[in-house]
């Protein structure tokens, strides 16, 4: 079965070092985000995609950077992990046209030091 | 896109419908109701949407008001895997701004 798979789930890291967070679909999605979830603040966008060499920063950027190099990944780089970036991370996928019927993954836990 | 107020929690006996109510009193024309859930440590779950007619797939009934200012979500026979935060969420369907807000959800907890 098609899926999108998050790695890896667990991550403790130290400040300052920097941490990359994989995305992987296999339904051929051209829409993939980026999202963080925090106690007291919901899920909030940070990244978002609609397609190959295609990025787009959403409401919580700074920090983060994307790349697209094909249609099933879209990779999440903290460039140089701060305390604040301690949260949930998850990816999700959408097909074209339909941006509301997103398919979320698992989630990667990450913790800052 | 416009706010949604949902209840902060619910209960519900198994085996009994769920009805989760939502607000959107300033929906415009062409936003559309979505509703996802998040059960614990998951990430969240797209369940259904629509804009004005009711509407039912294999998961749940969304029942919108006639003048769209609100809505509810049915689970029509809850079963304990049926807890979780669900989040009603407004936005246009086509366009528009890109990002999904969940806000705070409502905590249905199905108790057996």
């Known amino acids: 079965d098609a899926e999108i798979t998050q790695s890896p789930r667990h991550k403790i890291t130290e400040t300052g070092r920097q941490v990359t967070l994989a995305c992987h679909q296999t339904w051929n999605h051209n829409n993939m985000f980026w999202y963080r979830q925090d106690l007291g603040h919901g899920l909030r966008l940070i990244h978002y995609s609609y397609g190959v060499q295609d990025t787009n920063k959403g409401e919580v950027s700074d920090g983060y950077s994307v790349s697209r190099s094909n249609t099933e990944d879209l990779p999440l780089t903290l460039e140089s992990a701060a305390s604040s970036q301690t949260s949930v991370y998850f990816c999700?996928?959408?097909?074209?046209?339909?941006?509301?019927?997103?398919?979320f993954g698992e989630g990667s836990r990450l913790t800052v030091l | 896109d416009a706010k949604t107020t949902q209840p902060p929690s619910m209960d519900c006996a198994e085996g009994r419908a769920a009805n989760l109510p939502c607000n959107h009193s300033?929906?415009?024309?062409?936003?559309?109701v979505y509703w996802y859930r998040q059960i614990h440590s998951q990430g969240p779950q797209y369940i259904i949407h629509g804009l004005k007619n009711n509407e039912t797939n294999e998961m749940a009934s969304l029942i919108i008001t006639e003048d769209r200012k609100s809505s509810t979500l049915i689970l029509p026979h809850a079963t304990l895997r049926d807890t979780a935060v669900y989040y009603c969420i407004v936005r246009a369907a086509q366009g528009g701004s890109e990002k999904l807000v969940f806000g705070k959800g409502t905590k249905l907890t199905v108790n057996p």
């Open positions: 999700a996928s959408s097909v074209y046209g339909r941006n509301g019927e997103l398919f």
């Open positions: 300033t929906i415009s024309g062409n936003e559309y």
